[in-house]
């Protein structure tokens, strides 16, 4: 018989969850999606990690410590659900933080966890903290303080999901549903994923857990998620909740492919996935649950075949909304005072005077080898743009080879180049100046911030991503040149009908004649030889 929210009545709580989180029904691109609005919970900021930290903290050795230490990112959500769960139960918090991309949204974590840390230490990089620290992943201590594992993940934490996956059972069953056909989840350090797997399984739904994951696979294998997995049931076992052998875990696959460059840089697909979650009111953000989005809209257009078709699949499928859904706060005045000298030295502007060598460097540079570096331009030898002229379009197909899946979209980059130069037919000179002046600095000025000699569309494709992601966090006008040029390739790659259908999108379409150019503005108003303007005569 499957297991209810009664079977975990009797296992020890702070109290941080007292009320399920909503299931909303969205329509995304025209399907029905369940979303489970962890988001909306009401302790803490919102979020998966307080159903985590509601059992953790609960339990020995945790429930008796005076002060807790645990590791995360700059921005990690975990260490503000750990400090504001401190903070509900009167402990102290030591973070220790290594080093990840800045965002607005890690930059509102990190003023939290820097305002309510009771210690702070800082490394660049989760290797040199597992060298230092080794006790924050492997051990129970660290000096007076109680570890909490990396993201909460341990079978006395994971226990808190298990309940979260009965009460989406529940849910789905006052609904008068059956099994979704499957749960999507973002996959960071396991314990989300592993908790469905088993919560569901002992519910009695015959569905799956599509795990996708947000980090390296060296920090995500799939045997650590497994042995989560069973120490989860090994610790209800112990626990007394009945039923635990005969209610196998769900199966569990692990969604690859949408990690992008490393853990914590948002991708191309993610940061989309997270404005049309938005628009259908959903909080998300691009390091996780826009990653785990991304996923589900990609399978939503072609549904992976591994899903068990026999089942019983009379629910829609299901998204695990984890993130917060609240800015964290109260943050400390002199927060930026707090930060140890290290961080505050990573997170501190480029120089001034720094940054006016390195630009006048470059533009010295520039103007010793301007010779040679106007020279090889064949790509677009036979060019016959309106406003574009062929190194220019070299240049902008460099941007969108860098910044699309052309050949998985089935898009040609001179084809992107063309709908570009189309578009900018009808624009101000004003701004076909800009323009020029941006495509111009791009390929041959601004590669000095990534040190590199070489012009833009000379590096190869991921050296001109990495330059781009770079350049859009400096500040000032520099900043507005990579935003400007992936808006002009995101306009013209989306002319082509087979990168929308990429995207799921299957029509209509417009029809198109074989040459889409339109004529000068200049040239539509020239009168007939013979005849006068504006005259038929």
């Known amino acids: 018989m499957a297991l209810t929210l009664d079977a975990l009545e009797g296992l020890p709580r702070a109290g941080f969850v007292a009320a399920a989180s909503p299931l909303e029904a969205v329509a995304v691109r025209g399907v029905t999606v369940l979303v489970k609005r962890d988001d909306a919970l009401t302790a803490g900021f919102g979020g998966t990690k307080m159903r985590k930290l509601d059992h953790l903290l609960a339990a020995p050795p945790w429930a008796g410590a005076a002060s807790y230490a645990s590791v995360g990112a700059v921005g990690s959500g975990h260490l503000v659900a750990l400090i504001e769960a401190a903070r509900m139960l009167g402990r102290r918090v030591d973070a220790h933080l290594f080093a990840e991309p800045v965002s607005e949204g890690v930059l509102d974590n990190l003023r939290y966890t820097v305002s309510g840390a009771a210690g702070l230490a800082y490394y660049g ?48 069953r006052e609904r008068g549903m059956e099994a979704p056909s499957a749960v999507y989840v973002a996959f960071g350090s396991g314990g989300t994923a592993a908790g469905l797997a088993v919560g569901l399984g002992l519910a009695g739904m015959r569905t799956q857990v599509r795990a996708v994951a947000t980090v390296e696979r060296v920090f995500s294998p799939a045997a650590r998620l497994h042995a989560l997995v069973e120490a989860t049931r090994g610790a209800l076992r112990a626990a007394g909740v009945p039923g635990v052998d005969d209610h196998p875990p769900v199966p569990l696959h692990i969604i ?9 840089h ?71 005072a707090r930060l140890p000298r290290r961080l505050a030295r990573a997170l501190a502007p480029v120089n001034r005077g720094r940054r006016a060598l390195l630009w006048g460097s470059a533009v010295t540079a520039a103007g010793a080898v301007v010779g040679w570096r106007a020279m090889g331009y064949a790509r677009f030898a036979g060019w016959q743009g309106a406003v574009l002229g062929p190194r220019e379009a070299e240049v902008l197909a460099a941007a969108a080879e860098a910044l699309f899946p052309l050949a998985e979209d089935g898009v040609a980059a001179a084809d992107v180049v063309r709908a570009v130069d189309r578009f900018l037919v009808s624009t101000t000179p004003a701004m076909k100046n800009d323009i020029h002046l941006m495509l111009g600095a791009l390929e041959q000025l601004l590669p000095v911030v990534g040190l590199s000699l070489a012009r833009f569309s000379r ?26 040029v992936r808006d002009l390739c995101a306009m013209g790659h989306y002319q082509a009908d087979s990168s929308w259908r990429a995207i799921g999108y299957t029509g209509p379409f417009m029809p198109r004649s074989p040459d889409m150019r339109p004529p000068h503005v200049a040239e539509s108003w020239r009168a007939p030889p013979g005849k006068l303007p504006g005259s038929a005569r």
């Not at 924050?136 to 994971?158: D, H, K, N, Q």
């Not at 690859?256 to 914590?264: D, I, K, S």
């Not at 697909?269 to 996923?295: D, I």
């Not at 984890?322 to 005045?333: C, E, H, K, M, Q």
């Open 459 to 484: 590096l190869p494709p991921p050296e001109r991503l990495a330059l781009l992601e770079r350049l859009q966090d400096l500040p000032g006008e520099v900043a507005q040149v990579p935003r400007g």
């Open 266 to 336: 948002p991708t191309r697909r993610s940061l989309a996935a997270v404005e049309e979650a938005r628009a259908l009111g959903l909080p998300m953000e691009p390091v996780y649950t826009g990653k785990a989005f991304a996923a589900l809209l990609r399978e939503l257009a072609a549904p992976p075949r591994n899903v068990d078709d026999t089942a019983p699949a009379a629910a829609p499928p299901v998204f695990w909304n984890t993130t917060r859904g609240r800015v964290p706060g109260p943050v400390a005045p002199d927060w930026e």
């Open 256 to 264: 690859r492919g949408q990690l992008g460059r490393a853990y914590g």
């Open 125 to 172: 990089s989760r290797l040199e903290l597992g060298v230092r620290h080794p006790a924050l992943i492997f051990g129970a201590r660290l000096g007076e303080a109680v570890v909490v594992p990396p993201g909460a993940s341990c079978a006395e934490a994971t226990v808190g999901v298990v309940r979260g996956a009965l009460e989406l059972a529940a849910q789905l």
